[in-house]
């Protein structure tokens, strides 16, 4: 059964658990599991563990305590790496993962609303809820990709000839990706929470997505056959 991604080399209890078994649950439609295949398992693994096209991924609990995080994760929290001598690493993990938060369990929200530093990398956070869990008692309730700035950009106007996507449909997208919740969006745009979300029920139909993170799985699908198309 095929893993999304490496288990982060240093052996910490975050990259023990069974991601195959795992991937299966997470939503509903596997939106999600298809969207973190896509960013995280295609490309060649550079001799450091990363590459140039890989996505951080990290499963928090109801709690949002760390669960998993893969190599990308490992990379883009703790740089330069550097615990301290009275820190383990995984409190050091867990610090830096609790640092991208403010707010009580009831009320997180992103410290980072556009993107946040990692040495001269820039990471985009995308937070996803997950509604099922493992027969093992393993509840991820909370999926967090860390994407590297660059390929957050997307050819709108490709991803509207492509998905005949109209202006309107287009402008949601594009405050969708920058990680804009729907009264966000409505804010931006103008327009009342109820037409941005009937925008995003049309938006998931011309794309054949089922959830939000299904819209996000194919614009990763639309900015990989841009970058192929233009280096060919």
Same mark, same amino acid.
């Given at each position: &059964? ?46 450091? /563990? ?6 951080g ?17 490992? #990379?883009?929290? #703790? ?32 410290? !980072? +609303?556009?993107?946040? +530093?990692?040495?001269r990398?820039? !990471?985009?956070?995308? =937070?996803f809820?997950? @509604? ?11 999926? =967090?990709?860390?994407?590297r700035?660059?390929?957050? %950009? ?7 000839? @492509? !998905?005949?996507? #109209?202006? @309107?449909?287009?402008e ?10 729907t009264?966000?969006?409505? /804010?931006? &745009? ?13 938006? &998931?139909?011309?794309? /054949? ?8 799985? %194919? ?8 970058? @192929?198309?233009?280096?060919?």
């Amino acid at each position: &059964m095929q893993m999304w991604g490496n288990i982060a080399q240093r052996k910490n209890r975050f990259g023990r658990q069974n991601l195959g078994d795992l991937a299966d649950h997470l939503s509903p439609e596997s939106t999600l599991r298809e969207e973190a295949e896509g960013a995280l398992s295609k490309g060649q693994l550079e001799s450091n /563990g990363t590459n140039s096209s890989s996505a951080g991924l990290l499963l928090l609990d109801a709690s949002y305590r760390l669960l998993y995080a893969n190599q990308e994760a490992h #990379t883009a929290l #703790t740089y330069p790496g550097n615990p301290g001598k009275n820190s383990s690493f995984d409190a050091f993990l867990e610090g830096r993962v609790q640092s991208l938060f403010t707010g009580s369990n009831g009320s997180r929200q992103l410290k !980072y +609303p556009g993107s946040f +530093p990692s040495g001269r990398r820039r !990471y985009k956070l995308r =937070v996803f809820s997950l @509604r099922s869990s493992l027969a093992n008692g393993f509840k991820p309730a909370v999926a =967090v990709l860390l994407e590297r700035d660059q390929k957050l %950009k997307v050819d709108l106007s490709f991803l509207s000839g @492509r !998905y005949r996507l #109209t202006r @309107r449909e287009a402008e949601t997208v594009d405050h969708l990706v920058q990680g804009s919740n729907t009264k966000q969006i409505a /804010g931006r &745009m103008g327009i009342s929470p109820n037409t941005v979300k009937a925008f995003l029920r049309s938006i &998931m139909m011309k794309m /054949g997505a089922d959830t939000r993170a299904g819209i996000i799985a %194919k614009i990763l699908q639309a900015s990989n056959s841009i970058a @192929r198309e233009t280096s060919s």
